[in-house]
């Protein structure tokens, strides 16, 4: 009889997508607060802090999986809760400086998320061809920026944004199976006892 082991694989955080965007969020907003934000600003501290608890804490339910899926969940809701506040604050970024928020439907957006990019300088190289075939007029993705090509703070921080909003999403997609799973299975104590009951069994 195949009795489930106590401690069951965990930690292997670094192949979840949500920690590989998370933690590119996390890279392109040091990057984008370093060059657009007074850094001796509370804006500044606050937006980096938000976008490293959101890796830290992925990482950290997942390591805890092992005997606490309950903490698994809670430490993966705080790392969602983390980026929704650093979603905030991009959204803020270009409406108190007047710059356009892309909409979901902008086609700037599908094309950085097929981009895929995996590191902080893919994304930045993205921005500035975006910012040059804007302003030269090569392929521009709707036709108000043929009139008025888009600033490079307006694509930087669009680009932060989509990110961190598809980091969102998966989030919200990796909670619901934690949370179905946990509802299904239960946590810890409940485990702990039907391994004890299958070892009854098995000695009988």
Request: charged fraction near 25%; hydrophobic fraction near 30%.
């Amino acid at each position: 009889m195949n009795i489930e082991p106590l401690i069951p694989e965990h930690g292997g955080y670094r192949k979840l997508k949500s920690f590989q965007i998370a933690r590119l969020v996390y890279d392109v907003t040091v990057r984008f607060c370093d060059r657009y934000i007074e850094k001796r600003s509370r804006t500044h501290d606050q937006m980096v802090q938000a976008a490293r608890s959101g890796v830290q804490n992925i990482a950290e339910g997942s390591q805890a999986s092992g005997t606490s899926r309950k903490t698994e969940l809670k430490l993966t809701s705080v790392a969602r809760a983390s980026l929704e506040e650093l979603r905030l604050d991009y959204e803020d970024y270009l409406r108190q400086r007047q710059l356009p928020l892309w909409p979901p439907t902008d086609p700037r957006r599908k094309s950085l998320i097929q981009r895929k990019c995996s590191t902080a300088d893919e994304v930045e190289h993205w921005v500035l061809q975006e910012h040059k075939n804007q302003s030269t007029g090569k392929n521009p993705s709707t036709p108000s920026i043929v009139s008025m090509p888009s600033t490079l703070p307006e694509l930087a921080a669009n680009a932060a944004l989509t990110l961190t909003v598809v980091a969102c999403s998966l989030l919200d997609r990796q909670i619901d199976t934690l949370a179905q799973r946990f509802e299904t299975e239960g946590g810890f104590t409940e485990k702990l006892y039907r391994i004890r009951s299958a070892h009854r069994d098995s000695n009988r």
